[in-house]
């Protein structure tokens, strides 16, 4: 696997492909990014990954300075995969001046859900994307659907803008008690590991009650947030939302079965965890 840190040296060792296959990530690689790793490889060839903590997506009191870098780790399981390239720029090489041209989602799915909670986060992620892209030239680019709403925005981006990269969305790995794989897990305490799971269980909940015909979503995602609370968790959200523009279903759309996702976000101790489930 080779390891560049400059886009030109990228560029130069991409000339020519036409089927690449493209991972961006910030690293700590889990099992869900390697199980990315495989799908990209159905799809294209060759796999190229990126390793890239992007200080444009966190917000100031977000966890940019803490987030786990364990680059030989990366670089080994990599490796393992088969990736041929590994991009690994330094903010440098990816910002060597300041970031002033961004690319901003409509405030209807870009503020809302994440992008309430993490105002700036989204665009900091397309951003960074595009310019991934730019660089990697990828025909395909996997992304997890564990972040459900930034595979939409990326998704979305790319039609808009005709990007000549089609995107895919890979299902959520998950820990035998069902907890998504995500690189902030490893800031859980033992206690905090074991009750994590409590996440999706509740996401099954509401989804299971929807399935079975409930027809008042807000008040089974009250429920749902004060269960989580009961438990000690501080959510931000739980919420029931039409799979096509992430916005809240109408009685019509429930009337008509609208395929749904619930979407959660909450706190145990000072960790922030995201999770979701399609109805
Ligand atoms: O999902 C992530 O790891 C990041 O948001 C991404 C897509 C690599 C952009 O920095």
Known sequence: ???ISSIEELRDQLRGQLRTAFVPTMGNLHEGHLS???????????VVASIFVNRLQFGPNEDFDKYPRTFQDDVKKL??????VLFAPTEKDMYPEPQEYRVRPPDGLGN???GEFRPGFFEGVCTVVTKLFSCVQPRVAVFGKKDYQ????VRNMARQFALPTEIIGAETFRAEDGLALSSRNGYLSDTERAEAPAL???LNQVAGEMRAGHRDPLALEHGAMEGLAARGWKPDYISIRKRIDLQAPTSADLERGEPLVVLAAAKLGSTRLIDNLEI
């Not at 990315?36 to 060759?46: E, Q, S, T, V």
């Not at 490796?79 to 041929?84: C, D």
């Not at 930034?150 to 925005?153: A, D, G, P, S, V």
């Open 79 to 84: 490796e393992k995969e088969g990736v041929y």
């Open 200 to 202: 999706f269980q509740s």
């Open 150 to 153: 930034q595979l939409m925005i």
């Open 112 to 114: 809302t859900l994440e």
């Open 36 to 46: 990315l790793m495989r799908l990209a490889r159905r799809h294209g060839d060759p």
């Open 1 to 3: 696997m080779k390891i």
